[in-house]
């Protein structure tokens, strides 16, 4: 099959499915966000408080809670044993505040635990950021000079990338539920609102699976130009 053909590349159609996919999951989660801040808990309690609540009643007193800057920049520090909030979280007294604090303290408890796919994916740090610097370089650099061996490498190592991510589905779906079970056991969100409170943390876990979904396409991309310059050779 020729992928060249007419003077175009048709592998971009790739990218674009790529593309579009993050951005649905992307104006998804922004949609959401967007609109459970604007949605204040009954309890009234802020993401710090919420976070702070989570933490000590799971035995994490240890666990220090810091707001950060940026919007959706949440997360949690498994080398420092910190939670960071951005500052609408860790003021908000949102449903959405209380959802993501109560997601980040999810990973928190999963450190505590061992769990063994946040050990995993801690693990891949290195060799994931190795792999995001040099992996497409050696993809270009194998196109312009011929070398359809490099390309393969380049591929290698973005296939190490969508490893990662595939690695931090199980990890990011886990919090999310062990949030869900936190905010409803401490009683953070009540009945009412627990249903905008799982839609808030679905839509998280989709950018995710849109991550993944993108990386496996442009993978694919990249395989089906290195296998067209063999055939060509």
């Given amino acids: 099959m020729n992928y060249y053909g007419y003077g175009f590349d048709y592998t971009y159609v790739l990218v674009i499915i790529g593309f579009l996919i993050t951005l649905i999951a992307q104006l998804y989660i922004k949609s959401s966000y967007s609109k459970y801040k604007k949605i204040n808990t009954k309890s009234g309690l802020d993401g710090y408080e919420v976070a702070r609540r989570i933490l000590n009643s799971n035995g994490l ?10 919007e959706l920049s949440d997360h949690y520090d498994p080398s420092r044993k910190v939670v960071r909030l951005s500052t609408d979280v860790y003021h908000g007294k949102s449903i959405a ?5 109560a997601h980040e303290c999810g990973h928190a408890v999963q450190d505590k635990e061992g769990y063994f796919f946040l050990r995993f ?69 009540e009945k ?8 808030m943390l679905n839509a998280a876990a989709l950018t995710y699976v849109a991550s993944v979904l993108s990386t496996l396409l442009s993978v694919l991309r990249l395989v089906l130009i290195a296998s067209n310059r063999n055939r060509r050779r």
């Fill in 192 to 199: 009412s609102e627990q249903t905008g409170s799982k839609k």
């Fill in 121 to 189: 994916r801690s693990a891949m740090v290195p060799f994931a950021n190795i792999s995001s610097k040099i992996g497409y370089i050696a993809v270009v650099i194998g196109l312009v000079a011929g070398i359809t061996n490099l390309i393969w490498i380049g591929i290698a190592l973005e296939m190490v990338i969508l490893l990662f991510q595939i690695i931090t589905l199980p990890v990011e779906i886990n919090a999310s539920n062990r949030a869900a079970k936190f905010l409803a056991l401490e009683a953070l969100v």
């Fill in 61 to 70: 007193n240890n666990i220090d809670i810091v707001e950060t800057e940026g």
């Fill in 97 to 101: 505040s209380s959802s993501i604090a």
